[in-house]
């Protein structure tokens, strides 16, 4: 049987640090949009600097380049089920994930709205930094790693800082949560799809939310 999840949430809400979690525990796919532009962006083409741009504004990238990544990683892949991060994030997104679910015979099982309050979003971005190597997710306060300059997983010395964890973009990119992702939430509860946890708690405490809500699908 699949397991479709969708993890909703504002920029900092905790869908990646989550997203890694459910990878490991239960050996789905983690396909996050935010990883593939930049991933396309590192890759210097004429598509990875129109949206290097976009990304550095913290504004979104254009619903046709987005869903063309997803449909490539949906249609080349046998996976169990996928954590879509930070997708979808308009209506157009929605159907089309919606469509090419269906088309493979699958259907979205659950969208998890992460509710939490917009400064402790702050805070979260401007402290975060991931290692460059295996993706693991950092804070300077809440989640350091264990030895400075060394990550925990792989213990690589490439961690980084993303080039829109700033106040500015972050304006931006809640500004376009609000407008254009936020509707989200009303179209999926009308679906009857949508569960929400409380993103503000603890890394553990949310992971166990979360199971608590698929053990209960
Ligand atoms: P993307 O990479 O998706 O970024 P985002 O949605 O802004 O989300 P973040 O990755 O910033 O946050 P998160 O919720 O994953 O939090 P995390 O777990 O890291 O998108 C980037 C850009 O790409 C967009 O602005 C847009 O331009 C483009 N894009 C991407 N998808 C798109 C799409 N579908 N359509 C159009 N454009 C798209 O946690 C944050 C920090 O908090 C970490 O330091 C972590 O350690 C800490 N933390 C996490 N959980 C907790 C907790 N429970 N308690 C304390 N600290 C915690």
Known sequence: MTLNIIL?????AGKGTQARRLVEERGLVQLSTG??????????????????????????????????????KLESSDA??????????????ADALGELLGDMGQKVDAV???QVDD????????GRYTCGNCGEVYHDETRPTAKDGVCDVCG???LRR???????????????????????IGYYYAK?????IDGLAAVDEVAAELSAVLARL
């Open 8 to 12: 909703l949430g504002p920029p900092g």
């Open 119 to 126: 400064e402790a979003l702050v805070r979260r971005i401007t």
């Open 162 to 184: 993303r080039a829109d964890d700033n106040e500015d973009s972050l304006k931006t990119r809640l500004l376009e949560y609000y407008k254009k992702t936020s509707p989200l």
């Open 35 to 72: 990883d593939m532009l930049r991933e396309a962006r590192s890759s210097g083409t004429e598509m990875g600097k129109v949206v290097a741009e976009v990304m550095d504004k913290g504004q979104l990238v254009t619903d046709e380049i987005v869903i063309g990544l997803i449909r490539e």
């Open 156 to 158: 690589s010395t490439d």
């Open 112 to 114: 998890i709205e992460m």
């Open 192 to 196: 009857g799809e949508l569960h929400r």
């Open 80 to 93: 169990p089920g996928f954590i879509f991060d930070g997708f979808p994030r308009t209506l157009a997104q």
